[in-house]
């Protein structure tokens, strides 16, 4: 396996972790994005029971904290990530109210029909698109909101570069069309459908890589594994760059029925 074909799950955990805790995305997206979907779900409170699954630092949660009423759960793997997410919380005065903790998405610590709303951004891929929907579904209330950023398609047919690589990174991609048949199949309602837009990956994403990765070679000079995790960053997005009206980001809002 050449460098550049390796993918994030290659690497060692500890430096994909310190690289990605500096940048207050792990991901494509933006605040006006995050927004945008929760514009779609309506049935928020102040009793509201919210968990954001695959949190990082939580970029996203602090916003939807900002904008909404209820209590938010915040979970993430990685220790390093739930203390940098805590501190921000308390910083924001938010503590009362946004809490991260350390967990696995495949073994959350809710009670069955007990949310009002999963958020997921750019995460869902880690547990797999179809067993997240369907898992997840028990935790939530009837009438209850899915909303998740995940990874498609744009078109049937596509260049062999970029299907490889994707085929490699996660198989499980697919369609937009093809990934809303997969929600209503789980038992939602597809509520609303968008493609983030280029800017959640060069502005809100890229720019600030870019000053990570110097940062972080910087640190580690000399060291092969950080150099390799480096090489691949930049490999995906020269990807992204040369093959962009291929593949994105999608936003998908989603309503549990009876």
């Given at each position: 396996?050449?460098?550049?074909?390796?993918?994030?799950?290659?690497?060692?955990?500890n430096l994909?972790?310190?690289?990605?805790?500096?940048?207050?995305?792990?991901?494509?997206?933006s605040p006006d994005v995050t927004l945008k979907a929760l514009g779609f779900i309506d049935n928020l409170t102040e009793q509201s029971l919210i968990a954001d699954l695959g949190c990082g630092t939580g970029g996203q949660t602090m916003?939807?904290?900002k904008h909404i009423q209820g209590k938010i759960t915040a979970l993430d793997l990685f220790p390093d990530f739930i203390h940098i997410f805590n501190r921000n919380a308390t910083q924001l005065g938010l503590q009362d109210r946004v809490k991260g903790i350390i967990g696995s998405m495949d073994n959350l610590p809710f009670q069955d029909e007990e949310l009002d709303l999963i958020w997921s951004e750019g995460a869902i891929y880690n547990i797999?698109?179809?067993?997240?929907?369907n898992e997840w579904r028990k935790y939530l209330k009837t009438g209850g909101y899915i909303a998740v950023s995940e990874s498609s398609w744009f078109t049937d047919e596509?260049?062999?570069?970029?299907?490889?690589?994707?085929?490699?990174a996660y198989p499980e991609i697919d369609t937009i069309p093809n990934q809303v048949a997969k929600i209503h199949k789980a038992g939602y309602l597809p509520v609303a459908t968008f493609i983030l837009p280029?800017?959640?990956?060069?502005?809100?994403?890229?720019?600030?890589?870019?000053?990570?990765?110097?940062v972080f070679l910087h640190k580690y000079a000399g060291n092969k594994t950080a150099e390799e995790l480096i090489a691949s960053q930049r490999h995906e997005?020269?990807?992204?760059?040369?093959?962009?009206?291929?593949?994105?980001?999608?936003?998908?809002i989603a309503k549990k029925m009876g």
């Open positions: 396996m050449s460098n550049e074909n390796k993918s994030i799950h290659d690497f060692d955990f994909i972790c310190e690289f990605f805790s500096s940048m207050e995305r792990q991901g494509p997206g916003t939807l904290a797999g698109f179809e067993r997240g929907l596509r260049p062999a570069e970029i299907d490889d690589f994707w085929m490699n280029e800017t959640c990956w060069t502005e809100h994403y890229f720019a600030p890589k870019i000053i990570a990765e110097e997005d020269e990807l992204y760059s040369k093959y962009k009206e291929f593949y994105g980001y999608t936003f998908f």
